[in-house]
């Protein structure tokens, strides 16, 4: 038997009694070493505690190969209808949108809620789902709507009408009473109310031109619209109650162990164009830990799921899954703070940046597997994109003749990181790279808590740090947060420069494409000419499924579930 053999006897007895499900016998077992294959193996042996034997697992290599399981067929294909299985990251906390705390929430409630425009999966191509027309004026500030008619929310909550848009976008920005304190209230920043026309009309008027309304805030979860009634009446319950107007009605959430969602009988059809929603049920199941997902997948308990960077090649050569890859629109890098007085001269910030050695840094925190960046923004932004940004390789010449140049250059910095992915990999990297050019690089690991707490003193004090945000498909949703007023908030770097808040700014009220395309390009070459970074990668995701599946994804890598169908 395995290690931990006794523990593991004791696991298949509770199996084969049914004192635990299958679900907690996977986790479980990955928290002892088990492999994949061993697990599908005694799953199979004991007929899966009462259920059917779990599918057999992918063709196992290194360690896995010496479990002697036997040899199987592949995964069958999954039937129309039937229940899809698929991975969060981590569980759900809030499925409302105003307070939606992580990509788990919304990815879990992309199948419920419905806009009156969204993406087409796997595009950015804008098209029309509640709305039956959308009208932009001319001048950007009024989008005229008139809703598809019929179309039921889930749980009794009778029809959708414009009052319902009016509530769900005022709400968000924090013009609703009672008053709601949204965390993205900036994506509704520059309303000023929804005008209701009729039952079936409205237009939505801004106080100013706001050029990311039809790329962050429409399109995704800042413009999906919930039921006024639902909300008064369900009041903080709503939270972990939600209701919409989606293919998809959510039927239970059960903590740490699985968000279920089932197809609305009553469906209006919003979405029936573009999602093809053949499911009878969906079932989000949240696992933290890859190793237990990679066997959660291999054993049948899930059909798809995000995958650790070193497991890529293992399921690449299995024949019977395949793998996704999406290129985020998130961004990783060093940053210096300019303010510290060890970093204020721009020769010893040229000199790190010529030091240090990116493509091993993405080597050895990222597996080789994540896309090097250039600069804030990558190509898969739709609009925004420096395709000319310099790479700066390792260069010790010009690193040691920058440090010759400056005038009292540091001999000691300090490296702050937070316990993320690569984080530890890239300081252990940069602290051998500037060794080399005279630099001692002190490691100094936070937990996440002290790390994104934000407190002045602690941000002020930083000297290297290892940084990673998220995005959405606008420019703004990256730039914003390097800004002078972002000074002892997000702005890390300590970076002020008027002329680059002035860029952004003319972007955000700028709806001509070509003309915003250049006005961030120009914003991006400011910041290198500052030298207070060193782009790392723009974080690349993996995922496998069975064969027989065909993902629906967002171009930038968020699940979308109804956009599932069989291969």
């Not at 939606?100 to 809620?113: G, L, W």
């Not at 414009?162 to 304190?181: N, Q």
């Not at 800042?222 to 009605?249: F, H, L, M, Q």
């Not at 000691?412 to 630099?439: C, S």
Request: charged content about 25%.
């Amino acid at each position: 038997m395995a290690p931990h053999g006794d523990r593991v006897e004791t696991l298949v007895d509770e199996l084969r009694a049914s004192r635990i499900d299958r679900r907690q016998f996977v986790m479980r077992a990955a928290a002892l070493g088990l492999s994949g294959s061993a697990v599908s193996a005694l799953l199979a042996a004991c007929g899966g505690g009462g259920q059917e034997a779990a599918p057999p697992p992918p063709a196992a290599t290194g360690a896995a190969a010496s479990t002697g399981a036997a040899a199987a067929p592949p995964p069958e294909a999954a039937p129309q209808g039937g229940t899809l299985r698929i991975r969060l990251l981590n569980d759900v906390i809030n499925l409302d949108p105003p307070f939606f705390p992580a990509s788990a929430d919304e990815n879990s409630m992309y199948s419920v809620y419905e806009g009156l425009i969204t993406y087409k999966p796997g595009t950015w191509e804008i098209v029309n789902q509640l709305a039956e027309t959308f009208e932009p004026s001319a001048d950007g500030l009024q989008f005229h709507f008139t809703l598809k008619q019929g179309i039921p929310f889930h749980g009794g909550y009778g029809e959708l009408t414009a009052d319902d848009v009016k509530f769900s976008f005022e709400r968000t920005a924090g013009l609703s009473k009672p008053k709601i304190d949204s965390p993205y209230k900036g994506d509704w920043v520059a309303l000023q109310e929804v005008k209701v026309a009729g039952k079936y009309e409205g237009t939505i008027v801004l106080k100013e031109v706001f050029a990311p309304i039809m790329a962050t805030t429409l399109p995704v979860f800042s413009g999906w619209v919930v039921s006024k009634k639902a909300v008064e009446d369900r009041g903080k319950k709503y939270a972990t109650n939600p209701i919409g107007t989606g293919p998809y009605e959510f039927v239970e959430w059960k903590p740490k162990q699985h968000v279920k969602l089932k197809k609305f009988a009553d469906y209006g059809g919003a979405s029936s164009d573009f999602i093809p929603a053949q499911w009878d049920e969906i079932v989000l199941v949240p696992i933290d830990e890859d190793n237990a997902a990679d066997i959660a997948l291999e054993s049948g308990e899930i059909d798809f799921a995000q995958i650790s960077l070193p497991s890529i090649d293992r399921w690449q050569k299995n024949g019977d899954y395949t793998v996704q890859k999406r290129t985020t629109l998130d961004y990783n890098w060093v940053g210096m703070n300019i303010e510290n007085p060890k970093l204020k001269d721009v020769n010893v910030r040229q000199a790190i940046r010529y030091a240090i050695d990116v493509p091993s840094i993405i080597e050895a925190a990222f597996e080789g597997r994540w896309e090097r960046a250039s600069a804030i923004l990558p190509p898969g932004m739709p609009i925004g994109y420096w395709k000319d940004a310099p790479i700066y390789e390792r260069n010790l010449d010009k690193a040691k003749g920058f440090l010759a140049k400056a005038a009292n250059p540091p001999t000691e910095l300090e490296f702050r990181h937070a316990p993320e992915t690569g984080a530890k990999e890239t300081a252990e990297i940069v602290q051998a790279n500037l060794a080399d050019i005279g630099i001692k690089v002190t490691i100094k690991q936070l937990d996440s808590s002290a790390y994104y707490a934000l407190e002045k003193k602690e941000l002020r004090s930083r000297e290297l740090m290892y940084v990673g945000y998220i995005s959405s498909p606008d420019p703004w949703w990256s730039m914003e947060w390097f800004t002078c007023e972002q000074i002892d908030v997000w702005n890390w770097m300590y970076w002020c420069n008027d002329e680059f808040d002035r860029l952004n700014k003319e972007a955000l009220k700028t709806t001509d494409q070509a003309k915003r395309n250049d006005l961030y390009i120009q914003a991006q070459k400011l910041w290198d000419e500052a030298v207070h970074t060193v782009w790392l990668a723009w974080p690349t995701y993996y995922f496998a499924g069975k064969k027989s599946l065909q993902p629906g994804l967002r171009l930038d890598g968020r699940i979308l579930p109804s956009a599932f169908t069989t291969a």
